[in-house]
C-alpha cells in the first residue's frame, strides 16, 4: 500500500515475509491499516518517521515495538534483531521457557502478531472495553494470568490483549482465554462491535 511508509528491505526475509503476510489479513478484515498505521520498518526509521526528539534506537532495549502519534501507530522492530531472525528465535525459545510469552508462540511471527495486536489495541480503544477488562481482571483475581497466558499478560491491559491475540492467531490449540480474547478482538474487526 504506497500509503503506508515501509522500510523492510535490510530485514531478514523471514521477518519481512511475515510482516507483509499478516498485513495483507488484516487490511482484508479492516480497513484501519490503511488509514491509521503509519509504517512498518526498523526502529530506526521509526526514530525518523515519528521525528523523536531523544533516537529511540540508541536509547532501548526492545526487540519489537509499537509507536503512537495521535490515530496514527508504527510497528517497528529493533535493526539488529530485524537483520537475524536466529536472534529472535534464540530469544522466544528464553521466552517461552519463563512462560513470558504464550503458549504456541514459539515462532518469528509473534512478534509481527504482537505488535499489529498493539495496533488494534490503539485503534479500536480495546483497553476500555469493559469485556476485555472483565477477562483481564477475572484472571488477574484467581492468579492465573501467567499460566492462563503469560508472564507478559500482566503488565497493562494493552500487553495481556496483545497476547491473547497473539495466542489465538498464532497457536494450533489456543486455549480457552485466548480464544474468548481474539473471538472479541474480532468482533471489533468486523465492526460487530464497538467502545462507546
Not at 81 to 104: M, R
Request: proline fraction near 2%; aromatic fraction near 12%; hydrophobic fraction near 40%.
Amino acid at each position: 500500500n504506497p500509503s503506508i511508509k515501509t522500510d523492510i528491505r535490510k530485514f531478514d526475509a523471514e521477518l519481512a515475509n511475515d510482516l507483509v503476510n499478516r498485513y495483507r489479513v488484516y487490511s482484508r478484515l479492516s480497513s484501519f491499516l490503511n488509514e491509521d498505521l503509519a509504517f512498518i520498518g526498523s526502529t530506526s526509521y521509526a526514530d525518523e518517521m515519528f521525528d523523536l526528539t531523544e533516537e529511540f534506537e540508541s536509547k532501548s532495549e526492545v526487540i519489537s515495538t509499537t509507536f503512537y502519534r495521535k490515530e496514527k501507530f508504527g510497528i517497528a522492530i529493533a535493526d539488529s534483531y530485524a537483520v537475524n531472525s536466529n536472534k529472535l528465535k534464540w530469544f522466544l525459545a528464553a521466552a517461552s521457557k519463563n512462560k513470558w510469552i504464550p503458549d504456541g508462540c514459539i515462532n518469528v511471527d509473534y512478534f509481527t502478531a504482537h505488535e499489529f495486536a498493539h495496533g488494534l489495541v490503539h485503534v479500536y480503544d480495546l483497553s476500555r472495553d469493559p469485556i476485555l477488562r472483565g477477562y483481564e481482571l477475572d484472571t488477574i483475581e484467581k492468579g492465573n494470568i501467567v499460566n492462563e497466558l503469560s508472564m507478559n499478560a500482566k503488565m497493562n491491559t494493552k500487553e495481556f490483549v496483545a497476547d491473547a491475540w497473539s495466542e489465538y492467531v498464532l497457536s494450533d490449540s489456543p486455549r480457552e482465554l485466548a480464544m474468548k480474547v481474539g473471538d472479541r478482538v474480532l468482533n471489533f474487526l468486523q465492526k460487530k462491535v464497538m467502545v462507546l
